[in-house]
């Protein structure tokens, strides 16, 4: 799996703040989509009335983004 600057930016987001909403319209929505298909996040609940669907991390995608973290600090 490689992931995007993007993908990588929005499982960091993930990790810090929990959920990300993003909006059906969204570019960002096909990058969530694509790691929720490796596995890496996961939907919460279904589409709020703004049409913005939630997602977490899922523990493999928790693993990775604090892996990532701690790789780039040292």
């Given at each position: 799996m490689q992931l995007t600057t993007e993908g990588?930016?929005?499982l960091?987001?993930?990790d810090r703040?929990?959920?990300v909403a993003i909006p059906e319209e969204s570019p960002t929505r096909?990058?969530?989509e694509?790691?929720?298909?490796?596995?890496?996040?996961?939907?919460?609940?279904g589409e709020d009335h703004?049409?913005?669907r939630r997602?977490?991390?899922s523990g493999r995608g928790v693993r990775l983004a604090r892996r990532t973290a701690l790789?780039?600090?040292g």
């Open positions: 990588l930016a929005l960091k987001a993930l703040d929990g959920v096909r990058t969530v694509r790691l929720e298909e490796e596995g890496l996040v996961r939907a919460s609940g703004e049409r913005r997602y977490v991390l790789d780039a600090a």
